[in-house]
């Protein structure tokens, strides 16, 4: 029973254009998200996270969007570029100092 | 960077011998959890630890113990490896001390088992 989905394993994009990842959520408990970006052979590095008391947050190039009442957040990526290129898991945390990962969506940035 | 290194960073073992993962962090952060990432699975947690001698159970936990003897060092261990067990393993930490626990975990560079 996955807590946390994110339905894309995959999405190709142009450089310069908008690159939209989606995660859903099932646990109303969930209170913060968070985005972590990933390249191959290294660790998951924090990109932005959002608490359940705001709907957008934006750093840069990076914009996230909550919407509490579909459970659902984004991570829009304005303009994309090639080395934005990674893998991107949005986590889910809530009442305890534990997260919930979603499996991933590989964003491919083409020149 | 966190201040977070995970030895060794790769490791071929046979089955049934025991391994014994470390994950060293310099940022006195209270929480500290290790992961595995497989394909088509994600991140998923396998123990964590809220403080010293305190561990618990994640989502994946059997096969593996932990232990955390000290703040820094948080140690994985695998009593007698299995195929199954052929993952990449990411240890993070959160919660500077006295902080609240709604805080990022940061991750380490992952540690590559291949369980022949």
């Known amino acids: 029973d996955q807590q946390v989905k994110q339905n894309s394993p995959s999405l190709s994009v142009q450089e310069g254009r908008i690159s939209i990842l989606n995660c859903d959520y099932t646990n109303s408990m969930f209170d913060y998200f968070l985005w972590y970006k990933k390249y191959p052979a290294e660790g998951p590095t924090f990109l932005i996270s959002i608490s359940s008391i705001k709907d957008k947050n934006e750093d840069g190039r990076f914009t996230v969007f909550l919407n509490k009442s579909a459970k659902h957040l984004s991570l829009h990526i304005v303009p994309s570029q090639p080395g934005d290129s990674a893998v991107y898991f949005c986590a889910c945390g809530g009442g305890s100092e534990k997260l919930v990962f979603g499996k991933g969506t590989k964003l491919t940035v083409n020149p | 960077d966190a201040g977070i290194t995970q030895s060794p960073r790769h490791k071929v073992t046979e089955t049934g011998t025991p391994v014994t993962l470390r994950c060293h962090q310099t940022e006195n952060h209270r929480y500290m959890y290790w992961y595995r990432q497989d394909p088509g699975h994600g991140l998923r947690l396998i123990h964590y630890?809220?403080?010293?001698?305190?561990?618990d159970k994640g989502e994946v936990s059997d096969g593996y113990s932990v232990s955390r003897s000290k703040t820094e060092d948080f140690l994985l261990t695998l009593e007698s490896a299995t195929s199954s067990q052929t993952s990449v393993y990411f240890c993070a930490i959160s919660g500077l001390a006295g902080g609240s626990v709604k805080e990022t975990q940061y991750f380490g560079p992952g540690t590559r088992l291949l369980v022949l």
């Open positions: 630890s809220y403080g010293v001698k305190d561990t």
